[in-house]
């Protein structure tokens, strides 16, 4: 059958022709030994790196030693380490033996990842470190990808995997906070299916102790295991730790049948995950090993068979591969929240993650021209430092309870500072210098420079669509500024409005490329007209807004071009209301005066909110003139938030936004990267459905519709009402800013108050908020851009001489679609054609497009490959002039390897 209804999407080969399963006995128990490794949580991430190298070594001699030896290198960043600090060619040929012998498995995967704060390229490349690795020993691309600990995953990783040559997943999921998916333990495995109909074979092992730790703690398939916190002590029950391990074993299988058999189990084998944090391979040598072989010897059943996790799979897909179901669905586990911990560390890698794409797509195009040589090695370092940050231990925190010194935390919270910090000083240097490519800002075929002689304003818009935006305006370097900016393509001149060095202006930028304007007019002074003021009213062409007096928070917001209220009035809060969560109970706000400034210019106008001695001291709306947009900032103040000195009582920092009066919301889309995703609707059954990670969510009555994106927060509550189907809360969403606990339970000094996480980031951070809404029919495509369009600013830079001759000319397109549904996400320096450029196409429909693509330079060879850089389809894609033509299926990922013809 076919389900398109309700909270997941069962796929059936043929309708109703699927074979249906009776339970079977289990005959063989597949153990997966393996290590699970946090990058940290034991030290700061950099002190734990040396100690891949003993631990490898360590695996490598068991297999060598024992052909029953069986492991699965969990993470690619773990054989990087390793491999840093290996210099002997032996010992990377005997590893190469022992993975091509089946003894060792690699899993593909950077990381044990947070994939919902990942950004769709980030993701993209997230395997590319196997490919190297590959290469590197010799040995086939890995066809598993591991992640453990974290309960759940975005329903676009499948098509990453496939599209990495991935045919298997395995996943441990840790339930202690929830998540995972109820098609485990009956359902398993089955096949994890994206929109585009890329599909993994996937298993999932859940459970509140870890999920991943179930062979020792749940199922005691060797009982004399030590628990790796305290060695001396054993992980199973004190009630069983007297009795003959064959016994304890007995007890443990027993409980493994029954929890399969009742879960309706339909195959013959199981996996069972056997590994910890951090556990050593003389685990399964002094312990496993000994004890499987003395079961299966006794005659007992199962038989348990030691391996790495392909040899499950495979054996499954030969007995069983056409009765397997495809599911499809989101099940992210939402431990992303984490990252809210540290919010400034997270708006510093959302914004690398803008910077990062933005970055491949100029010097792609220059490179695509020979005018600059790609710095890959740039991005490659600065996306490592980010999945660094994105790994599941990734947040500025205090650590778990008596693991880390006082010392190591800090350390750990200042490397994460650091990693992101640096990316992004790194990425903001590589963006200045692309720009100031001459003959990248003037293009092969226009040159342009300033009458006057004085610099240009250029202006760089990464989207593969043009439009009317907003973009920062400098001062100049003689500290004056422009009342204006002239675009030399069209000689149309533009308002610039000043609030202190902060100067905007409204223009019209080209798909993924550059725009040239000349300062007009200089000024020492706000462009501006400033007053404090009692009124909290202000509207536009577009919006009438009203604030309450008492909070400054939104009490009416009206559409004015559709006559449509946007607040959900009979909400019991008020819209960008902040709200003070401590434990599981509302606190009350800070009080004091409430003071408004109204200003007008000639770019938008505001209300500036002031709150004398609040953690929230400063709440800017901006109304702007050419753009139907209302923009919020809010300014929240961690020096002057209360110290959180009780773990168990996390202070969490929302901001409110009641919507849609009169109107039932029972599905809302959020941005995800690759495209839309339905909220219920598109999710695994069983998966959390409290809240979504996303830039940006859109609420549709009828066919008006309501986008709220940040830059910044990302970590968006989202409370149903317990009913069937599923309904918003009072029609409000919560935006979770800040996650505030500055107590932690150290291994030296015992409870320790940390005065921040964020150690060399400042104490204040603007969430900043933009709000749009339109009417018409609904296309995925016109909501992702209005997101995009909202978080992802142009960059601008001042050009003192620009050697490009003369007359009016410029804003040339680099790259760009014919259709909106498919937009350009990235341009990646090609790993195994020196000088080629990779250039990412996201189809966002649901149907297939046929699509033009334009390119920064004629006479490209062009051909389809998958993310490993091996080409799909025997056929060259037609390149005519500057322009790609290329089919792409729905929601598919489409990567294009571009190369400058041989001379």
Known sequence: MVCTKGPFLLIALLAGLLPTLAPAEIRTVYVIPSSHWDRGFLTSPEELLPR?????????DDAAADPDFRWTIESIWQLNEWLSRTHDPARIALLRDLVRKGQIEISASYGSMHTAFMDAEELNLWTQDSFRMARLLGIERADLAMMDDVPGYVRWLPQVLASSGVHYFLNGSNLFIGGGTSLAPGNVPFYWESPDGSRVLTWVSEGKNGGYVEGMTDFYLAPTTPDPYAPARLLIPKELQDKPPLEVMEIGMKKLLDTYNKAGYKYDAVLVMYLHDFVPPSDEKDHLLPQVRAWNASGRTPKIRVAIPKEFFTYILSKYGGQIPAYQGDWTGLWAEVKTNSPGISALARDDQMRLRANSLLWGALRLRGEAQFPSGNLLEDYRRLWNYDEHSGAGQTGWPDVMTVREVNDQNREYVDYVRSANEDQRFLLRSAIHQAEGLCGAASRATSVGGGPLLAVYRPQSWAATTLVHVPELRDSKRASAVEDLSSGKVFPVQWMGADGVATVHLPATGIALFEPVGKTDSASVAVRDTGVVTLENTYYHLELRSADGSVTHLMDRESGREIVNTAA?????????????????????????????????????????????????????????????????????????????????????????????????????????????????????????????????????HVAIASPQAFYWVVPGLSKRPWQLWQNEVLSSAWRKNDSGGTRDYGNYIFPTVEPGLPDGLAFVYELDSWTGPWTDGEAYRRIWDAVMEPVSEFESRLPCGSGKRGNESLFGTNQPDVVVIAAEMSLTHPGSVVLRLQNLASEKRLTKVKLPIDGLDASEVDLSEIEVGAQRLPVKGHELEVNLKSHATVSILLSRPAK
């Open 52 to 60: 891949l190298k003993p631990h490898l070594d360590e695996v490598i």
């Open 572 to 704: 019991r809060d008020g819209f960008n209301e902040l709200v003070r969560v401590v434990g599981l109970e509302r606190a009350a706000g800070t009080t004091g005066s409430v003071d408004f400034r109204i200003s007008r210019g000639p770019v938008f106008d505001s209300i500036e909110v002031r709150r004398a001695g609040s953690y929230e001291p400063v709440t800017e709306y901006r109304l702007y003139h050419s753009v139907k947009r209302i923009e919020i900032r809010n300014l929240l103040d961690r020096s002057r938030m209360p110290a959180v000195t009780d773990a168990g009582k996390t202070n969490v920092y929302q901001f409110t936004f009641p919507l849609l009066p009169g109107r039932t919301i029972e599905s809302f889309h959020y941005e995800s990267g690759f495209g839309m995703t339905m909220f219920p609707q598109d999710y695994l059954p069983g998966a959390r459905m409290d809240a979504v990670v996303s830039h940006g969510l859109v609420f549709t009555a009828g066919d008006f």
